[in-house]
């Protein structure tokens, strides 16, 4: 596997628009991949996995790469199968992020990261397109199935032609995240408004990148650091233990842990479980916030039931405090104004992960 990883790497060097004609890959192929929506899908797409399908055929033309299994769900052999979370994990994944190909086209971890629905699929033995009613997800499933079967009827030289273009396809990607990000560094206009943006915008990353640039300002000693920004919100963070979505650090010892709730979510018992949890196993915590964007949902029954219970006298959840994005900001505005919060949270929206592309410009689009 070293020499097919040494030889993926040289592909993505050598691999530019002006030596690849695209015309040249198979026209099926090309339509649906043309039709996925590379970056759209947040942290859940699994765009690595069709990379690595494809990479497959190029180097292994008479195995089947819809056989993405090594075992089934009983743990017996899948014959002629072969595990594509493995490879890609130790294959794929380490050479497009070498290049810095991941953000925008795939996530770093693996294209099997929240893509459950994939993982049911197991039984079948084999992805194929008829499997009737399809879990709902966020991607196109259906689609998904289709491209790697396609890939799956392709040569070894029609195969590498769809993987060179893939690459093109990763590497666009990411000279349009390095030119939007350059433009999202220059200061908003004056009369840009941060929390009118964010009332209008469906994005919980963007969300996360407020709430940031508010305790950004709040806490701007070179003492403090804001953590969490960069982070996928993946099975693999929950298995790190992190504090929260975002936390606040005082000379390296994380002192506040943020968990951000966008418009659509609301506080409930379940939420505070973890949160003891979470404070428990950090001692140092002096605090666990909950930000909601929706300021209504920090009065809800629930959370005024909470407050009153005899759990919230005594620790560790009287170390849980509730307060709104609203409040936040107006509180925030103490320590920098209004433009200055617009300027922290741009910044911030270069360095999150998951943004979506449409949030990016539509903030150049209003903030200019």
């Not at 194929?128 to 392709?154: H, P, S, W």
């Not at 992190?242 to 951000?260: F, H, M, R």
């Not at 140092?284 to 919230?312: G, N, Y």
């Amino acid at each position: 596997m070293s020499d097919i990883r040494q030889e993926l790497d040289l592909l993505v060097q050598q691999t530019t628009s002006d030596n690849f004609d695209k015309s040249s890959v198979p026209q099926d192929v090309l339509i649906n991949l043309n039709k996925w929506k590379w970056g759209s899908y947040g942290w859940v797409s699994p765009a690595s996995l069709i990379f690595t399908a494809t990479w497959r055929k190029y180097f292994f033309p008479s195995d089947d790469c819809c056989k993405i299994w090594a075992v089934d769900e009983n743990h017996d052999p899948i014959d002629g199968g072969y595990s594509i979370r493995t490879e890609d994990e130790q294959i794929t994944i380490p050479v497009l992020a070498k290049y810095d190909l991941c953000t925008g086209y795939c996530s770093p971890n693996s294209g099997m990261q929240g893509s459950r629905a994939i993982e049911k699929m197991r039984t079948l033995k084999r992805l194929n397109t008829n499997f009737g009613t399809a879990q709902r997800t966020v991607f196109d499933l259906r689609l998904f199935a289709e491209i790697l079967n396609q890939i799956n009827d392709l040569d070894s030289q029609q195969a590498l032609r769809v993987l060179k273009y893939q690459i093109l396809i990763a590497k666009a990607i990411r000279e349009k995240r390095i030119e939007t990000n350059s433009a999202l560094e220059e200061d908003p206009s004056d009369n840009f408004n941060l929390m009118d943006f964010l009332k209008n915008t469906a994005d919980p990353e963007l969300t996360k990148c407020v709430v940031a640039a508010c305790f950004d300002a709040l806490f701007s000693g070179d003492e403090f650091k804001i953590e969490g920004v960069e982070d996928f919100k993946t099975a693999a963070d929950a298995r790190a233990q992190k504090p929260g979505d975002l936390s606040v650090s005082k000379n390296g010892v994380t002192q506040i842990a943020i968990e951000v709730k966008d418009k659509s979510q609301t506080i409930d018992w379940n939420n505070i479980d973890r949160a003891k949890k979470i404070i428990n196993r950090n001692p140092e915590l002096t605090d666990f916030i909950f930000v909601l964007e929706k300021r209504e949902a920090t009065v809800t029954d629930i959370i005024q039931e909470m407050v009153v219970s005899p759990q919230f006298q005594s620790d560790p959840c009287n170390k849980i405090s509730f307060m709104s994005v609203h409040d936040l900001y107006l509180i925030s505005c103490v320590s920098s104004d209004p433009k200055g919060l617009a300027e922290r949270t741009s910044k911030y929206l270069t360095l999150a992960p998951a943004v979506k592309p449409e949030t990016k410009q539509s903030w150049l689009d209003q903030s200019k």
